[in-house]
């Protein structure tokens, strides 16, 4: 009785039970950056980038791409924070990281130097 169930196929073969066969679930698919978020950029998320980049997401372009992939506009940063320059990017979701941002009390305060203005001329 401790043997495993079977049955028997046309030819009188007997055939282990299988269960029926089931559809692979669904790979879930890979978060898209939203607007202000800023996306680290490596080989991970396509072969242009050699040297890995910052940018802050614009928006997400809704041009014809391959199946798994996207266009995003946004604006490279320098590794102050400065936006340097604007580009349209051809990514991979799967390969996008989102770095962990500063907490507020951790970034530099920016102080701006006072001007000096000399007498105004009247008449």
């Not at 991970?44 to 050699?50: D, E, G, I």
């Not at 979701?93 to 009390?105: D, F, S, V």
């Amino acid at each position: 009785m401790g043997a495993a169930s079977s049955r028997r196929d046309g030819q009188g073969d007997t055939v282990p039970d299988t269960p029926p066969d089931r559809r692979p679930e669904p790979k879930p698919r890979p978060r898209k950056p939203h607007p202000g978020e800023v996306v680290h950029l490596t080989r991970a998320a396509s072969v242009q980038f050699m040297r890995p980049i910052f940018v802050r997401v614009i928006r997400v372009l809704d041009w014809p791409t391959y199946d798994g992939w996207l266009w995003v506009d946004g604006y490279e940063l320098a590794a102050n924070g400065d936006a340097v320059a604007r580009r349209s990017l051809f990514v991979m979701p799967a390969g996008l990281i989102w770095p962990e941002t500063p907490a507020p009390a951790a970034r530099r305060p920016t102080t701006r130097a006072p001007v000096k203005r000399g007498p105004v001329r009247v008449g």
